[in-house]
């Protein structure tokens, strides 16, 4: 097939434009992967593992905000070679539980006591009704959880009395 010198000049033109065209369509797609790559923060959290005692340590890999991935801290001695399946599944279903615990609770009659607005006699004894039952439990601040559990360790400790001191953690 022939082409004359006007079909030749028309599809130089054509070709062109589609080639302008596609350069902005390349351009506008490259940027808009930028727009997103952008977007995204990935960052990784030291923490540890709350699920039994051996509270072995872990990284939580965070994306935009949300944790995606939890694994083990290889550099620390409790995980070196890995966690356990709960370490893995049962701290993202803490997570994910929407009656999950966000903040601190305590007993009321804690709060009362290290408020000062009863004595720790009142105290235990409203403790010791409550035992087995968690109507009474309050969400509080941290700055009040940490009141609490001082208050109790400095008078453990002023009165010599640091053998009544027990620590529980661990799911
Ligand atoms: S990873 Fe497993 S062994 Fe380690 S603290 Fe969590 S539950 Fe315990």
Request: hydrophobic share 45%; with cysteine.
């Amino acid at each position: 097939m022939e082409i004359t010198r006007r079909e030749a000049l028309k599809l130089g033109a054509t070709i062109g434009v589609l080639g302008a065209v596609s350069g902005v369509l390349l351009k506008a797609a490259a940027e808009s992967y930028e727009t997103k790559a952008e977007a995204v923060s990935i960052t990784s959290v030291p923490s540890i593992c709350g699920m039994c005692m051996a509270q072995c340590a872990i990284w939580i890999d965070v994306v935009n905000g949300k944790p995606v991935r939890i694994r083990p801290n290889t550099n620390a001695p409790t995980s070196a070679i890995g966690i356990c399946a709960r370490g893995v599944s049962g701290t993202f279903s803490t997570w994910l539980n929407p009656d999950a615990i966000k903040k601190p609770m305590a007993r009321k009659a804690l709060v009362d006591w290290a408020q000062g607005k009863i004595s720790w006699e009142e105290a235990r004894r409203q403790l010791s009704q409550s035992r087995g039952k968690y109507d009474d439990m309050v969400e509080i601040d941290w700055n009040t959880a940490i009141e609490i559990v001082a208050k109790k360790l400095k008078e453990l400790a002023d009165n010599n009395e640091r053998h009544a001191f027990t620590f529980l953690f661990g799911a």
